[in-house]
């Protein structure tokens, strides 16, 4: 897992934060290169 998701789960508590770090579907991806 890269660090900077499981900084993101260090920052944000949300169910959104912990499934995106944990999975690796395109649309994840997608959204890191945008943000």
Known sequence: MP???LILIERSTS????IWSASDCPYCRLLEKIS
């Open 3 to 5: 660090l900077d998701h």
């Open 15 to 18: 169910p959104v934060a912990i």
